[in-house]
C-alpha cells in the first residue's frame, strides 16, 4: 500500500466518531502516524508544487453552466487562480495536459465517457494533481470507486457552495474528502461489519458502466459504440452482470438495472 493510499484510509478512520473502547484506542493509536504523513504533505492555499502564489485550479463541468458556474465559485477565493475551464472531453483533456494544475474539480461522467476509466487515466499522467470529483451520481454507488481510481475526494452537487470550498481545502492538505456517510460505511466495511446494500462492489468498472447504460435504456449497440467496444464485449459484460448478480435473462437484467440505477441516471449520462 503506498503512503498516499494509507494516509486515505487512516483519515478515514479518523474521522469516525467513538464506537467503543476498542476503536478509540485504535484512532488514538493512528493519530501521530496521520500528523507526520500530513506534515509532509502540501498545507492548504499553496500549491503542491512548492511555488509560492494561488493554487491553480481546472474546471470540468458536463454543462457550460455547470463549468461556469464552479469557476466563478472558486475564483472568488483569492488563494486559487482558475487557469482553464472545459465542458467536453476532448477540450478537457487539452487543458489539464497544458495546465497541469493543483487542484482538478472535474465531472467525469460527461458525454458518455467511461468516468472511472477516465479519472484513473488522469491520475496516472498527472500524479501530483489533487482530483475532485463534482457530481451527482449517487455516492453510495460511485465514490469508493472514484477514490480507488485516483481521485482525491467526492463531493455531491446537492451540497452548499461552502462545502465545496472546503472540500478543495481539504484535498489540497493531501487529506481524502467524503461525506459522512461514505466516511462511516467506509470503516464498516473495513471493520468486515458491512457490505453494499446493492451488491453492486462485485461487478468490475467497466460492468457498472455497462449496466448504468441499461439503466438508462441503451441498446447493446449503442451502448458498444458509447463506451468504444465491440457488440460482442457488451453481451460478454451482460452475461457476467448476470452471472454476479443473478438475473435469469436480459430482461430481468434490463430491469434489475433501472431498478437498482434508474433514478441516479435519469438524465442518460452514465459514469
Known amino acids: 500500500?503506498?503512503?498516499?493510499?494509507?494516509l486515505r484510509l487512516?483519515?478515514?478512520?479518523?474521522?469516525?466518531?467513538?464506537?467503543?473502547?476498542?476503536?478509540?484506542k485504535l484512532r488514538a493509536g493512528i493519530s501521530g502516524e496521520i500528523s507526520e504523513m500530513r506534515s509532509r504533505q502540501t498545507k492548504p492555499g499553496s500549491s503542491p508544487n512548492?511555488?509560492?502564489?494561488?493554487?491553480?485550479?481546472?474546471?470540468?463541468?458536463?454543462t457550460v453552466i455547470s463549468e461556469q458556474g464552479m469557476a466563478t465559485l472558486v475564483a472568488r477565493d483569492k488563494r486559487y487562480s482558475v487557469c482553464g475551464a472545459a465542458h467536453t472531453f476532448h477540450e478537457a483533456n487539452n487543458i489539464i495536459r497544458q495546465h497541469r494544475p493543483?487542484?482538478?474539480?472535474?465531472?467525469?461522467?460527461?458525454e458518455h465517457q467511461d468516468g472511472i476509466r477516465w479519472i484513473k487515466d488522469i491520475a496516472r499522467e498527472h500524479p501530483r494533481t489533487r482530483i475532485l470529483i463534482v457530481s451527482r451520481q449517487a455516492e453510495k454507488i460511485y465514490a469508493e470507486r472514484a477514490l480507488r481510481a485516483g481521485a482525491s475526494g467526492y463531493w455531491m452537487k446537492n451540497s452548499s457552495a461552502e462545502e465545496l470550498m472546503r472540500a478543495i481545502e481539504v484535498v489540497l492538505s493531501g487529506e481524502i474528502y467524503v461525506s459522512p456517510l461514505i466516511a462511516s460505511r467506509a470503516v464498516q466495511q473495513f471493520a468486515g461489519r458491512k457490505r453494499s446494500i446493492l451488491g453492486l462492489e462485485v461487478l468490475s468498472d467497466r460492468e457498472l458502466a455497462v449496466f448504468s447504460l441499461l439503466a438508462a435504456?441503451?441498446?447493446?449497440?449503442e451502448i458498444g459504440q458509447e463506451l468504444g467496444i465491440s457488440r460482442r464485449t457488451v453481451?460478454?459484460?451482460?452475461?457476467?452482470?448476470?452471472?454476479?448478480l443473478g438475473y435469469a435473462d436480459a430482461e430481468a437484467l434490463r430491469r434489475g438495472a433501472h431498478e437498482l440505477l434508474g433514478a441516479a441516471h435519469h438524465s442518460g449520462r452514465h459514469p
Do not use: W, Y
Not at 511555488?51 to 474546471?59: F, H, L, N
Open 50 to 62: 512548492g511555488v509560492a502564489g494561488p493554487c491553480r485550479v481546472v474546471v470540468v463541468g458536463e
Open 235 to 244: 453481451e460478454s459484460h451482460c452475461e457476467n452482470i448476470k452471472t454476479k
Open 1 to 6: 500500500m503506498s503512503e498516499a493510499d494509507r
Open 10 to 24: 487512516l483519515t478515514l478512520v479518523e474521522l469516525m466518531p467513538d464506537q467503543s473502547q476498542d476503536f478509540s
Open 217 to 221: 435504456e441503451r441498446r447493446i449497440g
Open 102 to 110: 493543483d487542484v482538478l474539480l472535474i465531472e467525469p461522467f460527461l
